[in-house]
């Protein structure tokens, strides 16, 4: 078994995520992702704001951002994003405590996209938010040009009483 199909069926068994479900939407993920992707996250979502009815299925992996949606009438799966996570801008998200779930904003192509993503329990909200955490949140420095900035820094309230 392959790294995707593997933390594949992990991210699905913690999101709760019926198999047949997962088994219709399996064919998209894996034309859009490698074989050597780790699945971070997977959960069914559904547009904010309404827009196409039908729901979603957010993948997040190291590398793509991938959603399929599943129509209501036809039970068709398209694929409504796939963007490498360096091409995502302004992603934000915000956890809602009175109901366990994350609303999910992301620009993509010049267009912004909103997602609401519903947790069975807080702490599934919580894993939901450290995955996002740590795909985008990003140092806005590296560690050597911190270091370089305080070395020059001027402390005047730090004086040698020399």
């Not at 078994?1 to 019926?18: P, V």
């Not at 010049?110 to 894993?127: K, L, N, V």
């Not at 938010?129 to 020059?152: D, H, W």
Request: aromatic residues 8%; positive net charge.
């Amino acid at each position: 078994m392959d790294r995707f199909s593997r933390t594949l069926l992990a991210a699905s068994a913690e999101s709760g995520l019926a198999t047949i479900t997962l088994s219709r939407h399996v064919p998209s993920l894996r034309r859009n992702l490698r074989s050597d992707d780790e699945v971070l996250m997977l959960t069914p979502c559904l547009r904010a704001g309404g827009g196409f009815p039908g729901e979603f299925l957010l993948l997040l992996s190291k590398r793509r951002l991938v959603m399929t949606r599943q129509s209501k009438l036809l039970n068709r799966i398209r694929l409504s994003v796939d963007a490498p996570i360096a091409e995502l801008s302004d992603v934000k998200w915000t956890t809602e405590p009175s109901t366990p779930g994350i609303e999910v904003a992301f620009t993509y192509a010049e267009e912004r996209h909103r997602f609401w993503i519903s947790a069975q329990h807080s702490r599934h909200a919580w894993r939901l938010e450290a995955a996002l955490a740590r795909t985008f949140r990003r140092p806005l420095q590296s560690i050597a040009e911190a270091a370089l900035a305080l070395r020059n820094w001027d402390f005047p309230f730090i004086r040698n009483s020399e």
